[in-house]
């Protein structure tokens, strides 16, 4: 898949609010810094239209950064048993993905997928081998309100015990043949298939965009 898919209006968003970002950070006229705010909220509100993230989450993401702006960075976990893949259940959406967020500062990759994967999950595990780095915007049909970095990892786990909180509302194993409605800017069948590929193949060489 390509970026050619992604629609014009969410490409033309998301360059006006790279140039509003870059503009607050370093224009010192307060009436151009009023300007480029206005841009800023105007490429929030048109992302909010048209995507699922919703305004909150956009602004999160978007509004306290300074400097250039940068993809985020996204990481996911592979839990699999036999031909059976855990998935959590997004209360954004309604949809299912492995378990997996945002990287929070200061955690390494690893550390960021043992985090998500017990608060979403009640998952304890153990990375143990990298599937892909992978440029989302072109591995996903869902359109994205930012650039994202999506790094998937293999981890070995003893069971899980799920717990209530604010990003999911279960968790469960699937057959990879039997999959349910996918929340596909998280988690692609695509993807998921890549997954059983890296454990069943042990010449797997991990996908880099």
Not at 46 to 72: H, N, S, V, W
Not at 85 to 98: C, P, Q, T
Request: aromatic share 10%; glycine share 6%.
């Amino acid at each position: 898949m390509n970026k050619d898919h992604e629609p014009k209006w969410l490409n033309w968003a998301k360059r006006i609010q790279s140039l509003a970002q870059q503009g607050l950070t370093y224009t010192k006229d307060k009436y151009e810094l009023d300007r480029y705010q206005q841009l800023r909220d105007l490429s929030v509100e048109i992302m909010q239209e048209y995507t699922e993230a919703g305004e909150e989450k956009i602004r999160d993401l978007f509004c306290f950064e300074k400097g250039y702006q940068t993809p985020k960075n996204d990481v996911r976990a592979a839990i699999l048993e036999g031909d059976d893949i855990l998935l959590v259940k997004e209360k954004i959406d309604g949809r299912w993905a492995m378990p997996g967020g945002w990287c929070d500062i200061g955690l390494s990759i690893r550390e960021n997928i043992k985090k998500e994967c017990l608060e979403e999950a009640g998952a304890i595990v153990n990375p143990t081998k990298l599937v892909c780095v992978l440029d989302w915007v072109s591995n996903t049909k869902a359109p994205l309100p930012y650039a994202i970095y999506k790094t998937v990892m293999l981890c070995s786990f003893d069971g899980y015990r799920f717990n209530d909180n604010t990003e999911t509302s279960e968790a469960n194993f699937f057959s990879r043949y039997d999959l349910p409605e996918l929340s596909d800017g998280r988690t692609t069948k695509e993807l998921i298939d890549l997954c059983f590929e890296a454990r069943d193949n042990p010449d797997f060489i991990p996908i880099i965009d």
